[in-house]
């Protein structure tokens, strides 16, 4: 019976052990899924992640940077090109529409970028026209400057900069910055082929329109009032709704 | 403001304007010639070039701004400021001592365009500084505007240092 018993309590220990291992393996299943933006119990769920967007992205594309303001200043691009000139190129400034491609030579999405530039395909945007193209690779003490040369198109102006990535931010490449040069940053992401590119640039490009469209645009504004019969010298627009020491409007009729 | 620095020359770029230094690659290389550089061969036959603009720099353009020129606007200023050999500094042409700046609006002639454009106007100086050899060329967008280009033009020279 001791020995039945004993036995018994063994079985149970190893259970006890058992279950508790389990356990922990489940917690850590769950703790690395919450991290990959899976978890069941997230409870925040307005935040979002490097990772989630990383997970969100095709192979070879750089997740955008999480930013909850948007960033609108604007650093001009200073650097070396790839034969060894010092040079400054302007971002900043009225009528200035820059396209800054943050490329590499050594990653293989990068080639369809390269290649594109080369053969000079344009890349109008609507509303905006044909922006610069000023591709930006890291400096020389990160890239070999003759295989930017080998790769550089000769149409598009190519400087070799790493502070231009710092000052951008710059996740990984390839990335792209749109720039107006009064407004500042006004689209920025990652995009697996130059095709890509331009559906990128294009919905950043209506996404801010957007908003304008709700603004009080006069002629819209006068159109609705005048669909509900409020034209010019119409009562409402001098009636005060503050009472009796609301300035007394010269009153005409409609 | 971006700071250049190169081949003896240093800028600090003004708000809102471009530039570049750089050296053309020589056509013919003569090997045994002695360098006015000094140790420096190379050097003799690669003329450094300035190139200060409020138009954006295309990669491919000549040393005097030709293939950029057209696209300025009455408000725009191209400025190349181009080496010669040492040895040019004995010659007339470069007799005059010092950096030509600051420029004045009479300086400026529309006839002194190596190629025409619009209303643009240009002004060439030869000089010598610090036994060195130079050209400079400017070009304004607009004759008519010349007197409210210029001092933008010479706030632009003045960022130039040659060493």
């Known amino acids: 019976m001791t020995v039945l018993v004993v036995l018994e309590s063994i079985v149970l220990a190893l259970l006890v052990a058992l279950v508790i291992g389990l356990l922990r393996t489940h917690a850590e299943v769950l703790r690395r899924l919450h991290e990959l933006g899976a978890g069941i119990y997230e409870t925040d769920t307005s935040r979002t992640t490097q990772a989630d967007l990383a997970g969100r992205v095709a192979d070879g594309v750089a997740a955008p940077r999480v930013e909850t303001v948007a960033r609108t200043e604007v650093v001009d691009i200073t650097g070396v090109t790839p034969r060894g000139s010092a040079v400054s190129i302007a971002v900043g400034g009225d009528d200035r529409l820059t396209l800054l491609a943050f490329l590499s030579t050594g990653c293989t999405t990068c080639g369809d970028f390269w290649q594109a530039w080369r053969n000079d395909e344009s890349l109008p945007l609507t509303g905006l026209g044909q922006p610069r193209i000023v591709i930006v690779t890291r400096g020389p003490e990160n890239e070999h400057p003759h295989a930017v040369t080998t790769l550089a198109p000769a149409t598009a102006s190519t400087v070799m900069s790493s502070e231009a990535w710092t000052d951008y931010r710059v996740p990984a490449s390839p990335y792209f910055v749109l720039v107006d040069g009064r407004a500042g940053v006004i689209g920025e992401g990652s995009a697996a082929s130059f095709a890509q590119l331009r559906g990128v640039l294009e919905r950043a490009l209506s996404d801010r329109r957007a908003p304008i469209d709700l603004r009080d645009e006069p002629s819209r504004v006068d159109a609705e009032l005048r669909r509900a019969g409020i034209v010019p010298g119409h009562h409402s627009l001098y009636e005060w709704p503050h009472g009796p020491e609301s300035p007394a409007p010269d009153r005409r009729s409609a | ?163």
């Open chain 2, 1 to 163: 403001m971006a700071e250049l620095s190169g081949h003896g020359f240093a800028v600090r770029v003004p708000a809102g304007w471009e530039a570049e230094i750089y050296r053309r690659a020589p056509v013919v290389a003569p090997r045994n010639e002695a360098s006015l550089y000094g140790a420096d061969d190379d050097a003799l036959h690669y003329p450094p070039i300035v190139h200060l603009s409020t138009i954006a720099l295309p990669p491919e353009r000549g040393d005097f701004g030709g293939g950029a020129l057209g696209a300025m606007t009455g408000r725009d200023i191209f400025i190349s400021l181009f080496e010669y050999e040492r040895r040019d500094t004995a010659n007339a042409l470069f007799a005059y001592d010092g950096p030509p700046w600051p420029l004045s609006p009479d300086d400026f002639d529309p006839s002194t365009l190596r190629v025409a454009l619009g209303d643009q106007t240009g002004c060439q100086r030869f000089f010598r500084h610090r036994g060195r050899a130079f050209a400079l060329y400017v070009v304004l967008g607009s004759h008519s505007l010349r007197r409210l280009l210029v001092p933008a033009a010479n706030d632009a020279l003045a960022a130039i240092q040659i060493d």
